[in-house]
């Protein structure tokens, strides 16, 4: 069974504040001290926030004329679009009033730069630095102060789907457990061997969090997700091991860019 | 709190079982008798072979010139790629040894046929006939048994996400419940007005799901998904509901086809 509880915090979180000392307030608020084998999924926007990654579009002044044309093509601020030139490693396309960018490796809407529970009028909080390295050194403390062997940390967002309504939950970091499960060699039901399957148990974990934290005013930042049937690992997850290499991707021989 | 509990099947379903047997069955050995509120997850091979959707490679004989075409490109059996032309909506490309496919709106490889838990040496289950209709029919017959007034199905299956490693699970099957959350209108924290968000609820189940299904030998193809918050209904759901419009879809602009 596993078994995901969503973790409402005891205030608006506000830049700057220690996200561990946040966290472990959290757990304790709700009496849900972190067992062994669990996993804590944390938004990335109150990650951003801690960071202080919440920027003021009227702040943004230097206007390039290349986001001056995002801009105009698909009907966004020239402001804002010039934050997501800065903050994406490419703009692959658009719709009216959204840019479409990849981040990290990670095919994103507007490099992940979110609006909603960032702020103020006008604020937008960013991507977090290195949310890798957050989870891992997150991950750690919390062993540490509970004293337990086996803990996973997932920072996670939202992005859209291909052909298909609505958002679903990626895991942008990732620390203490395998996040994707390889199943080639191992067997089916009937004894075949399977040839293609990995799965992506992060992501899938990062599902089931994103039922409890919504996307309004829920204030529900964290939720613990118990006995996931996941491996835990000590060693430190590299960001590619979750990234589809463009020879092996179905989707990389029909995209335009 | 969401709680997901696999169902182990007594036995490897076998071809024109009776699908709604076999899952009280399976309910009553687990002593996990459906309540109100919950949503039952059920692979879609198991409903495939219910419906006899078994087919043997060596039977595909009649293989048209688009067949031959599409199998040398990619290197697939040319009665596979027969099969994978019948099947789908649109082959759209492929990598070696596998098509990628729109099948009922879908993105999916090989038009979700698949080799794997479908039975003998070159045996391979095709897409159930009718998913939204088979977990409507399921839908009924299970809040009449249990005398339930909230009740959810989610038909499930596998694919590929673009430029991840890593399948996740995909609803194409709903009943019961509102398998999209529209936050449009809504407020955030600060009480900014949510302008774009929709929520893929069913797809996020279906992932909390797979985690206990798994894709080898675990011969799970059953999950029980209690206090999910969704909004059940009685309503018919349509599959469009959960289909992007093309003019709305970020990637449709990034796309070759």
Chains 1, 2 share one sequence.
């Not at 199943?183 to 992501?203: N, P, S, V």
Request: aromatic residues 8%; hydrophobic residues 40%; proline residues 5%.
């Amino acid at each position: 069974m596993v078994e995901a509880i969503g973790l409402k915090a005891s205030h608006i979180i506000k830049p700057g504040e220690n996200l561990f000392e946040v966290l472990c307030e959290t757990f304790e608020l709700h009496l849900q001290i972190p067992q062994e084998r669990s996993i804590i999924v944390i938004a990335e926007t109150v990650v951003s926030t801690t960071q202080n990654r919440i920027i003021k579009l009227s702040d943004i002044t230097n206007i390039t004329p290349n986001a001056v044309q995002w801009s105009s093509e698909f009907e966004v601020e020239p402001a804002f679009a010039q934050l997501v030139l800065q903050e994406s490693d490419e703009i692959i396309g658009g719709i009216p009033g959204m840019l479409f960018t990849v981040k990290s490796g990670i095919l994103i809407a507007n490099a992940g730069i979110d609006q909603s529970n960032a702020g103020g009028e006008g604020e937008y909080s960013l991507w977090p630095v290195d949310p890798f390295g957050v989870a891992e050194d997150l991950c750690k403390k919390i062993k540490e102060k509970y004293q337990l062997n086996e803990f996973g940390v997932i920072i996670s967002d939202s992005r859209v789907q291909p052909l298909r309504r609505g958002i679903v939950g990626v895991a942008i970091g990732v620390a203490g457990f395998k996040p994707v499960d390889d199943c080639r060699g191992r067997c089916d039901l009937f004894g075949h061997e399977m040839k293609w399957t990995t799965r992506a148990l992060a992501d899938q974990i990062t599902d089931v969090a994103h039922l409890l934290m919504g996307e309004c005013d829920e204030q529900t930042p964290f939720v613990l997700v118990k006995d996931a049937p996941v491996s835990f690992t000590s060693q430190k997850i590299s960001p590619d091991t979750m990234l589809m290499s463009r020879d092996q991707d179905l989707f990389s021989r029909i995209f335009k860019f």
